[in-house]
Nanobody, 120 residues
Framework: QVQLVESGGGLVQAGGSLRLSCAASGSIFSINVMGWYRQAPGNQRELVAVIAGGGLTNYADSVKGRFTISRDNAKNTVYLQMNSLKPEDTAVYYC??????????????WGQGTQVTVSP
């Protein structure tokens, strides 16, 4: 099986920064796309940023220029550097990865979520 473990959430004042990490472990053959999503209370889960294995990235318009996604393929880890945080960035942030397992079965995996709270 595969696990995604997130870290780095917390409470920060508006204008501050946080860095989220998500490490994948288990029966991994290869990892395709990795990404971050978020869900605020009363809202649907939404895409924040994704990064392909070759490094191609895509961002939600609301975070462009403030957030940066990156990955370390040797460590099976994806990062989200969040700068100039705003109260509207407050949400539970989820890591996602499309992983080919050692069984050659592809799966879509999610982390448990990490809370990010931005105070005014």
């Amino acid at each position: 099986q595969v696990q995604l473990v997130e870290s780095g959430g917390g409470l920060v004042q508006a204008g501050g920064s946080l860095r989220l990490s998500c490490a994948a472990s288990g029966s991994i053959f290869s990892i395709n796309v990795m990404g971050w999503y978020r869900q605020a209370p009363g809202n649907q889960r939404e895409l924040v940023a994704v990064i392909a294995g070759g490094g191609l990235t895509n961002y939600a318009d609301s975070v462009k220029g403030r957030f940066t996604i990156s990955r370390d393929n040797a460590k099976n880890t994806v990062y989200l550097q969040m700068n100039s945080l705003k109260p509207e960035d407050t949400a539970v942030y989820y890591c996602n990865a499309v992983i080919m397992m050692l069984t050659r079965v592809r799966g879509d995996f999610w982390g448990q979520g990490t809370q990010v709270t931005v105070s005014p």
